[in-house]
């Protein structure tokens, strides 16, 4: 079993930044995903970003490339989402996840542990 524990949520105005982390306990990651998602009211869970937890190479959805960053920190098995230029139409839970497996996928149903979810709320 895989637990994740997020933070980093906020209200904030559009422009800021934010960083989300994600920590995560129970097994050693090897070659998988580390995802995020987001979810707005009303609409579908949406792919943000992931990266390989073995190497580091990172991939993003269009809606945030030049303005998102993940990263991760193998000592602290804890992964992140750094937020700049935050907009109105980022606002959403945001939830982190865990593929476990090598190949990359952008679909939620294909992530097998989620974290609970910390919201995100940018102003205009």
């Known amino acids: 079993q895989v ?10 105005q559009a ?6 982390s994600c920590a995560a306990s129970g097994r050693t990651f090897g070659n998988y995903i580390m995802g995020w998602f987001r979810q707005a009211p009303g609409k579908e869970r949406e792919y943000v ?12 959805a ?11 920190d193998n000592t602290k098995n804890t992964w992140y989402l750094q937020m700049n230029s935050l907009k109105p139409e980022d606002t959403a839970v945001y ?7 090598a190949t990359l996928i952008t679909r939620a149903g294909g ?9 995100v ?3 205009s």
């Open 121 to 123: 709320t940018v102003s």
């Open 15 to 20: 422009g800021a930044s934010l960083r989300l």
């Open 95 to 101: 939830y982190c996840a865990v593929r476990t497996s």
């Open 111 to 119: 992530y097998d542990y989620w974290g609970q979810g910390t919201q």
């Open 49 to 60: 970003a992931a990266i390989r937890w073995s190497i580091g190479s990172t991939y993003y």
């Open 62 to 72: 269009d809606s945030v490339k030049g303005r998102f960053a993940i990263s991760r």
């Open 3 to 12: 637990q994740l524990v997020e933070s980093g949520g906020g209200l904030l």
